[in-house]
């Protein structure tokens, strides 16, 4: 992982290491992104002769695993959990009723019926 890691990254921003893995892994799989979709569409071409299709294969095999989107985790941006994330507001369930108590998302309040 820290091979992906730039040198300069204020790590005073990040909760705990989950979280600044997982802003490694969004920032890999950005990069990377456009390399694995021109490999999978190579793959899955079947005009293309088969010795091309599976030394596409091999090289999408052997990248790193942080290229996938399967390693990215929807975390909470104040305590960094990987559970019961609001994906709207990106928030855990606990910090997301506090907050939206002490008035702090915009267009959220309490149902009352």
């Known amino acids: 992982m820290a091979q992906f890691r730039s040198k300069k990254l204020d790590l005073s921003c990040f909760i705990n290491v989950r979280v600044l893995r997982d802003h490694t892994k969004r920032k890999v799989f950005e990069q990377h992104e456009t390399?694995?979709?021109?490999?999978?569409?190579?793959?899955?071409?079947?005009?293309?002769?088969?010795?091309?299709?599976?030394?596409?294969?091999l090289e999408l095999s052997q990248m790193h695993a942080y290229t996938r989107s399967t390693q990215i985790k929807n975390r909470c941006i104040e305590g960094g959990k990987g559970r019961g994330v609001f994906r709207d507001f990106n928030m855990a369930r606990f910090p997301f009723r506090m907050n939206a108590l002490a008035g702090n998302l915009p267009g959220v309040k309490k149902a009352s019926w």
């Open 35 to 57: 390399d694995r979709q021109a490999l999978r569409y190579v793959i899955r071409n079947t005009t293309l002769p088969q010795r091309i299709r599976a030394q596409a294969q």
